[in-house]
């Protein structure tokens, strides 16, 4: 009798995981329909159609051979290979596949929390919440880094594996830990930001079967020798990954700034976890809705999702499995670790902002589940006002409905930006057809009389031109830019900027072009001098009238 009710009871994660997919495909509806390629995507498709005839592949040999370092990341580009022979040019497709994702990291984040503390609330509590955060958004709307969110189903299916490696018995526990090793190792593979969540889990994974060991009077090396494999596996590939890499280095002047540096990690700590979309909430939505960026569709979709999540836990959770006082203190101290194993890789840069809302977020969502987990917490805190625990579930379901709800809509909100994006977009492109019906072979064309970013949104931030332009004209001898104030225009060459490094550099003469969107005019540069009279004459600025926008944040919203 009791085992069968033991069955009946594991059977709520099916419930559990209908209502975290659901809510998560729910959410999209107002805006994934509108969403388009940006940014790397352009140059990633145009690749990729120059070698589509050819089989998987070459174009995944042809991404290597176009930027070594996606070698680092081979799961990213087999995803944007059979992405492409899947759905071409069609970028819905794309989002939908994400939201699934998505959707199944959610689900195998409830299951590891839930195998970790063998509790069903707060799993659910954090992973509904997880699930639709703002905190990395990027990685909802844009095709080349839907490999983080693919990334961390991995890494949530990894840990959930070594979960039930140490729960199961014999030949079960080996397949589990084969699992876990495979879809964790892939994780890596995928988009490094979750390497170090993964090393908390082993690390607590191997701290857990050594107190184990330690009470049974067991060999503590046989009990977490299996553990110890799995992490110098994982960190062979890490220390691979690490000297293959060639675009980040470490100098002996980061210790000289360590206090400086840890400043900066305990101020995003603070804005990612408790202030941006916390505290700060009411003035993102204000300025979200000054921009009209709320439309009838988003708050109807985030009312339903919260009225959801909310009567769902109304009438599944019971009181007992409220979080206590002490219970709630515990989730923010996970929740700050959390973001620590994530924000970890980027301790030595001073620049990072998790907490904007534009392209840099994609590296967020590895510290996301921290937010949830201080975000779950707030809510049980505040269930406490009510003296009767029937009133502490419903004050309690209300809140995690009422924060997923108003997380629904912000997404919503930021998608409405990648949206407008990408319809500027197309009104670029169009513009260009029209009123250039050909380009010389090899010529470069630069692009100036439009915004390169709606709010977070990217229209064209620099080259990534160059993919949009050969796929529009059939011809991938093309190359293309946008004038901004990050262009230099010396006395022989024409040199892009993008995040403080050298991109492109472009010679004078007659196949330099530059077509102003807004004057519907086509002009060559042959020299520095045609270039500085076209600039006095048609952009003297440099950004065009654009508002103050910089890449990885896109134009301020609030």
């Not at 290597?64 to 497709?93: H, S």
């Not at 857990?208 to 596996?233: E, H, T």
């Not at 890789?345 to 392209?359: K, R």
Request: proline share 4%.
């Amino acid at each position: 009798m009791n085992k069968k009710t033991n069955e009946v009871a594991d059977r709520s994660w099916i419930g559990d995981s209908v209502l975290l997919i659901g809510v998560v495909l729910i959410s999209v509806i107002p805006y994934i329909a509108g969403l388009g390629f940006y940014s790397d995507d352009w140059w990633s498709n145009s690749l990729l159609a120059q070698n589509s005839a050819n089989g998987l592949g070459a174009m995944v040999r042809t991404l290597f051979k176009a930027d070594p370092e996606m070698l680092l990341r081979p799961v990213q580009a087999i995803y944007l290979a059979l992405g492409f022979k899947a759905f071409g040019l069609n970028p819905v497709p794309y989002q939908v596949f994400d939201s699934m994702v998505v959707g199944i990291a959610t689900v195998f984040l409830y299951l590891a929390v839930r195998e970790m503390q063998g509790r069903r609330m707060p799993a659910l509590a954090t992973a509904v919440v997880f699930g639709l955060l703002p905190h990395y958004s990027t990685d909802r709307f844009w095709v080349t880094m839907h490999v983080a969110s693919l990334g961390f189903a991995f890494a949530c299916c990894g840990v959930y594996a070594l979960w039930k490696s140490m729960n199961g018995e014999g030949g079960r526990s080996k397949l589990w830990l084969i699992l876990a090793l495979v879809t964790m190792g892939l994780s890596i593979l995928a988009y490094e930001v979750t390497f170090g969540v993964i090393a908390g889990a082993v690390a607590i994974a191997g701290w857990r079967m050594y107190k184990s060991a330690r009470a049974s009077s067991r060999s503590v090396f046989s009990a977490i020798g299996s553990i110890l494999c799995l992490g110098a596996v994982l960190l062979l590939v890490v220390l691979a990954k690490a000297r293959m890499q060639t675009r980040v280095t470490y100098h002996h002047h980061f210790f000289s700034r360590l206090w400086r540096l840890l400043g900066h990690g305990f101020s995003q700590a603070i804005q990612f976890n408790l202030w941006t979309y916390g505290l700060h909430m009411p003035v993102v939505l204000v300025g979200l809705y000054r921009h009209s960026a709320l439309s009838g569709a988003a708050v109807w979709t985030a009312i339903l999702v919260g009225v959801l999540i909310a009567a769902y836990l109304w009438r599944t959770l019971d009181s007992s499995s409220l979080p206590t006082p002490a219970g709630c203190l515990w989730l923010v101290l996970v929740g700050f670790v959390v973001f620590a194993l994530g924000y970890g890789l980027f301790l030595p840069s001073i620049e990072m902002d998790f907490s904007t809302m534009g392209l840099a977020n994609r590296v967020a969502i590895a510290s996301a589940p921290g937010a949830a987990c201080i975000l779950v917490a707030f809510a049980g805190l505040l269930s406490l006002v009510f003296k009767s625990q029937v009133a502490r579930v419903r004050g309690f379901s209300l809140t995690i409905g009422a924060i997923c709800g108003l997380n629904c809509l912000v997404v919503s909100g930021i998608a409405h930006f990648w949206v407008d994006g990408a319809r500027q977009q197309a009104a670029v492109m169009r513009s260009v057809k029209d009123n250039v019906p050909a380009l010389p072979h090899g010529s470069v064309l630069l692009l100036d009389g439009f915004c390169r970013y709606i709010g977070p949104g990217i229209v064209f931030e620099g080259d990534d031109v160059a993919g949009s332009l050969q796929l529009a004209f059939g011809d991938f001898s093309l190359n293309g830019d946008v004038i901004s104030p990050n262009m230099h225009f010396g006395d022989a060459t024409v040199e892009t900027i993008m995040y403080g490094q050298p991109e492109a550099t472009y010679h004078y003469g007659n196949t330099l072009l530059v077509y102003n969107v807004q004057r519907k005019t086509l002009s060559s540069l042959p020299s520095k001098d045609a270039a500085d009279a076209y600039l006095r004459a048609a952009n003297p600025t440099g950004d065009g009238g654009c508002p103050p926008a910089h890449e990885g944040d896109g134009a301020k919203v609030y």
